[in-house]
C-alpha cells in the first residue's frame, strides 16, 4: 500500500520550459513534504520542503506547491536546465511517533533536452 | 567538510553468505538511518539510531538483518544468509538529531549489493 505516489516514472522537457512533477499522498498524519533529488550512483540529496502549514515554497527556479485538501504536492522548475536532469523523489514525514522515517515515492525521471 | 560516506560502493555476494555494509555519518549527527532502494522503487526505511541505540529498526525486513552503532557514530549493517532478493542499494543517511520534524537528512552514495 503506497503511501506517496509519483503516477509519471519519466518526464521530458525542452531546456528553459517548466517542469511540472506531481506527487499523491493517502496519510493525512504526513506534514512536512520533501524532494530530493539523484543523480546515478549517488545519493539522494535534499532539494525543497513544505510545512503542511503553508501551500507554496519557493528557493530559487524551484517551488513547491501543496494542497492539502487534495492529498497534492508538485515541484514546478522553472526554467528546466539540462544539469536537472536527474530522479526527482517525493518524501513525506509525519509529526507523530515514527516521525523521523522518511516515506517515498518511486521517483519520476526528469530529462531537460537541450 | 565531509559528508556521509558508506563502504564498499559495491558488493557482489553469493546466496548465503554473510556481508557487512558500513556508514560513516557526518560528525556530530546523532540520528543515523538505513533506508534499502529496489529496482525501480524509492527508498525504504529499515531502521534508525539516535546515538547508540537502535531507536526504531521496525523497517528491517527479518531477523536476517541486523545492525549496530557501537560508539554513537559508524554504523554496520550487517545480513547474514543472503538471499537473491535482498539485491539493492543501501543507502544510509544523516541528521543532526531526529527530534524535530524539520531535520534534513543527508544521504550517502550507497551501497550496491548483488545477490547472485
Known amino acids: 500500500d503506497q503511501q506517496v505516489k509519483q503516477n509519471s516514472p519519466s518526464l521530458s522537457v525542452q531546456e528553459g520550459r517548466i517542469s511540472i512533477l506531481n506527487c499523491d499522498y493517502t496519510?493525512?498524519?504526513?506534514?512536512?513534504f520533501l524532494w530530493y533529488k539523484k543523480y546515478p550512483a549517488e545519493g539522494p540529496t535534499f532539494l525543497i520542503s513544505?510545512?503542511?502549514?503553508?501551500d507554496k515554497n519557493e528557493d530559487g527556479r524551484f517551488t513547491v506547491f501543496l494542497n492539502k485538501s487534495a492529498k497534492h504536492l508538485s515541484l514546478h522548475i522553472v526554467p528546466s536546465q539540462p544539469g536537472d536532469s536527474a530522479v526527482y523523489f517525493c518524501?513525506?514525514?509525519?509529526?507523530?511517533?515514527?516521525?523521523?522515517?522518511?516515506?517515498f515515492g518511486k521517483g519520476t525521471k526528469l530529462s531537460v533536452i537541450p | 567538510g565531509a559528508g556521509v560516506s558508506q563502504t564498499p560502493s559495491n558488493k557482489v555476494t553469493e546466496k548465503g553468505k554473510y556481508v557487512e555494509l558500513r556508514c560513516d555519518p557526518i560528525s556530530g549527527h546523532t540520528a543515523l538511518y538505513w533506508y534499502r532502494q529496489s529496482l525501480g522503487q524509492g527508498p525504504e526505511f529499515l531502521i534508525y539510531?539516535?546515538?547508540?541505540?537502535?531507536?526504531?529498526d521496525s523497517g528491517l525486513p527479518n531477523d536476517r538483518f541486523f545492525a549496530v552503532r557501537p560508539e554513537g557514530s559508524v554504523s554496520t549493517l550487517k545480513i547474514q544468509r543472503t538471499e537473491r532478493g535482498d539485491s539493492a542499494v543501501y543507502l544510509c543517511?544523516?541528521?543532526?538529531?531526529?527530534?524535530?520534524?524539520?531535520?534534513?537528512?543527508?544521504f550517502g552514495p550507497g551501497t550496491r549489493l548483488t545477490v547472485l
Open positions: 543517511a544523516s541528521s543532526l538529531t531526529a527530534s524535530t520534524l524539520y531535520n534534513e537528512q543527508f
Open positions: 513544505i510545512s503542511s502549514i503553508k
Open positions: 518524501a513525506a514525514k509525519g509529526s507523530g511517533a515514527g516521525s523521523y522515517q522518511l516515506t
Open positions: 539510531f539516535q546515538g547508540t541505540g537502535a531507536a526504531d
Open positions: 496519510n493525512s498524519m504526513f506534514d512536512y
